[in-house]
């Protein structure tokens, strides 16, 4: 699935605000770490996806005063709402955390040792219950890191 017109134009506008000094290469670093897509006309670009990148710029925009739709928390609500993408939006903050890339991460959480489920080639195909699980594994392999 690719995001819409309008899903990318707010993308775009979203980054905008961030001022001048956030860059095109900024924009899409949180796009793949927080939304698991590179760009928005990328084939692997979700709704989910969308949604927890939204919530990202609306939660750094409330630091300098800047508010990104009708609402403060509307994007925050949003993703909410959709459990899928705040389960992402964790397991992808807890495998940056280990270093790891989007797709170990992937092999990981589609692996044998956890969900099996051959031939799933994005993230967001998962079932929460599996993301879940992988959450709680990563939470506890960075718990034994820390000592």
Known sequence: MSLTTGQKKALHQ???LMGPEFT???RRVV???????????SPKASRQGF??????YETELAKVGRQLARTPTYW????KRAPTAALLYRLRRLAGDLRW???ALLAFVTGP??????GVERLDAVSTYWLGRAIDA???????QKG
């Open 101 to 103: 890339s989007e797709a």
């Open 138 to 144: 990563l939470a506890a392999m960075m718990k034994r």
């Open 31 to 41: 796009q793949i770490n927080i939304g698991g897509f590179p760009s928005a006309a």
């Open 24 to 26: 095109d290469a900024m």
């Open 76 to 79: 925050r609500d949003e993703l």
């Open 14 to 16: 979203a980054a905008r």
């Open 51 to 56: 949604i927890a990148v939204m919530a990202w």
């Open 113 to 118: 040792h956890m969900a099996n489920l051959d």
